[in-house]
């Protein structure tokens, strides 16, 4: 059964720093694409970074936190990372870890999410 857990959200005020985990479990997630989403009260969800490995690892983010968040993976714990620098109340969301593979064209596997409150 596969399984995501995140973790690490919590409140901080702006121009602060939160490091987000997400632990997977059920299968091995070392060829998957993993990307962070979140969705803010009113918000539609939209897609924050993504990592997959194709010969090297491959990243993107939204332009919205490109410079500011970092996603990583460390593939013996099966674990994604989403380093949040210099956050902004507009970061302010529930952030949502998901799994995918290559070959799929959605992500079928998520987890609970975690919030993040960022405060001015």
């Known amino acids: 059964q596969v399984q995501l857990v995140e973790s690490g959200g919590g409140l901080v005020q702006a121009g602060g720093s939160l490091r987000l985990s997400c632990a997977a479990s059920g299968r091995t997630f070392s060829s998957y694409v993993m990307g962070w989403f979140r969705q803010a009260p009113g918000k539609e969800r939209e897609t924050v970074a993504r990592?997959?490995?194709?010969?090297?690892?491959?990243?993107s983010y939204a332009d919205t936190v490109k410079g500011r968040f970092t996603i990583s993976k460390d593939n013996a714990k099966n674990t994604v990372y989403l380093q949040m620098n210099r956050l902004k109340p507009e970061d302010t969301a529930v952030y949502f870890c998901?799994?995918?593979?290559?070959?799929?064209?959605?992500?079928?596997?998520w987890g609970q999410g975690t919030q993040v409150t960022v405060s001015s």
């Open positions: 998901a799994a995918r593979r290559l070959s799929d064209s959605v992500f079928p596997y």
């Open positions: 990592i997959s490995w194709s010969g090297g690892t491959i990243t």
